[in-house]
């Protein structure tokens, strides 16, 4: 079952912060989240271990709740460049260390900055 | 820098033709994934393999068929191509065992008429 990413969209001015959510019916192992430009592949941002550790990348950093079973993306000061879809991509528990990068997606978050 | 390539970026297809999308990676990677991409669906799982000749489906493998005989080639293969595959049809490959990151290729627009 696909993790449930929130809100569907979000529309920023520069220099505003966001925040995206990740939710599973599901234990999960790890969270990944994924950037993907118009036209372009998806990149990858950052991995969180199941622990609640909380990881950064430029101005943006992540959460991972494994009790929630909910991941959250926190977007600071954006800027033009952040503009995409973000993606969520689960590894549950039972997969654990062999999951041979195998995910499971969100739907995910189209994220516009305007100047 | 990893290279994942898939071998058209647009295709255009007839109802019921045999359809091949290829993908190439240059980093050694021992496993490789087809996923497809809809609005509003994200991005689901079709086919995947850890190894050559090794292959595992994904959650939407109907319709689908997937061919690895060398490490750096992954090939996805619709048997029968129907209107409701059209989409984007996207490649990836990753490293080891873990829970590893994903290298994505840009992608193939499919569109079956």
């Known amino acids: 079952q696909q993790p449930v990413q929130s809100p569907q969209a979000v529309i920023l001015r520069e220099g505003e912060d966001a925040v995206i959510n990740c939710s599973s019916s599901k234990a999960l192992y790890s969270v990944h989240w994924y950037r993907q430009k118009h036209g372009e592949a998806p990149v990858f941002l950052m991995i969180l271990l199941k622990g609640g550790e909380q990881k950064g990348h430029e101005k943006i950093s992540a959460s991972f709740n494994e009790k929630k079973q909910q991941s959250s993306l926190y977007l600071t000061a954006s800027q033009l460049s952040y503009s995409g879809t973000y993606f969520c991509g689960t590894v549950t528990e039972n997969a654990g260390g062999t999951s041979y990068g195998k995910l499971t997606f969100g739907q995910g978050t189209i994220l516009t900055v305007h100047p | 820098d990893v290279k994942v390539t898939q071998s058209s970026r647009y295709l255009v297809k007839r109802t019921g033709e045999k359809v091949f999308l290829e993908c190439v990676q240059d980093m050694d990677h021992e496993n490789m994934f087809w996923y497809r991409q809809d609005p509003g669906l994200g991005l689901r799982l079709i086919y995947f393999?850890?190894?050559?000749?090794?292959?595992e489906k994904g959650d939407i493998p109907e319709g689908y068929s997937v061919s690895r005989e060398k490490k750096e080639r992954f090939s996805l293969i619709l048997e029968s191509a129907s209107t409701n595959q059209t989409s984007m049809y996207l490649c990836?490959?990753?490293f080891g065992a873990g829970s590893e990151k994903l290298f994505f290729g840009s992608g193939t627009q499919l569109s079956v008429l």
């Open positions: 393999s850890y190894d050559v000749k090794m292959k």
């Open positions: 990836a490959s990753s």
